[in-house]
């Protein structure tokens, strides 16, 4: 079976300090990895994902993630916070060799930047 | 016009009412799914298809049916709704397995 922890339900960071939001997966071959953000009242939003190749992943909003397979880990990553990077980040998990999965997300973390 | 559009995007049932709600796509996908998301349990598998004559349960299918009507619509059901249904829910699509999903907006249900 699949599944994802974000170990983090909250976190906060200062304007201009770099954040990190974590994410740990379980699969039981290869993994696809995403990472998702929700802005109040919206849906989710594709931010990037890993399928192969390049550990780190460089993505929408001058997000990046890197995966680490011996961590299991696909944190997120960004230099420098913004206000507007306030939401709730989903990271999520396919197993490549398991044919035909659905995604499975975690339970989210939110992240506050402040001014 | 959004890629993926759910209708309602609000909704007030009461407690036993049968509800609907609908998913429709513009991507050409094959693969749809619902997701339900509560505060602090993130998003849970509800149903998906991965074409029109293939059906699955998710993880918490108990209390809901699914219909694919064609490849661009999977519609939700609750038969029988329950105050505990009360969450919001999320169509979803995809392409292949290494691509990811878009999502629609969203229905907020409350069963009173």
């Known amino acids: 079976a699949q599944s994802v922890a974000q170990p983090e339900d909250q976190v906060n960071v200062a304007e201009g300090n770099p954040l990190t939001v974590k994410c740990t997966y379980s699969v039981s071959g290869n993994p696809y990895l995403f990472w998702y953000v929700q802005y109040p009242n919206r849906g989710l939003q594709f931010l990037l994902k890993y399928i192969t190749g390049d550990n780190l992943v460089k993505g929408s909003y001058g997000f990046e993630a890197e995966f680490n397979k011996s961590q299991t880990s696909f944190h997120l990553k960004k230099p420098s916070a913004l206000v507007s990077d306030s939401a709730l980040y989903f990271c999520a998990v396919r197993d490549r060799n398991s044919g035909n999965t659905p995604l499975v997300f975690g339970k989210g973390t939110r992240l506050s930047v402040i001014a | ?112």
Request: charged letters at 25%; a positive charge; hydrophobic letters at 30%.
């Open chain 2, 1 to 112: 016009d959004a890629d993926v559009t759910q209708t309602p995007r609000n909704r007030i049932t009461k407690t036993g009412k049968r509800i609907m709600l609908e998913c429709s796509q513009t991507k050409g996908h094959d693969r749809m799914y619902w997701y339900r998301q509560d505060p602090g349990l993130g998003l849970r598998l509800i149903y998906y298809s991965f074409d029109v004559k293939d059906i699955n349960k998710g993880e918490i299918s108990d209390g809901y049916s699914v219909s694919r009507q064609a490849q661009a619509k999977f519609s939700l059901s609750l038969e029988s709704a329950i105050p505990n249904q009360t969450a919001l829910y999320f169509c979803a699509t995809s392409d292949f397995a290494n691509t990811e999903a878009f999502f629609g907006q969203g229905t907020r249900l409350t069963v009173v």
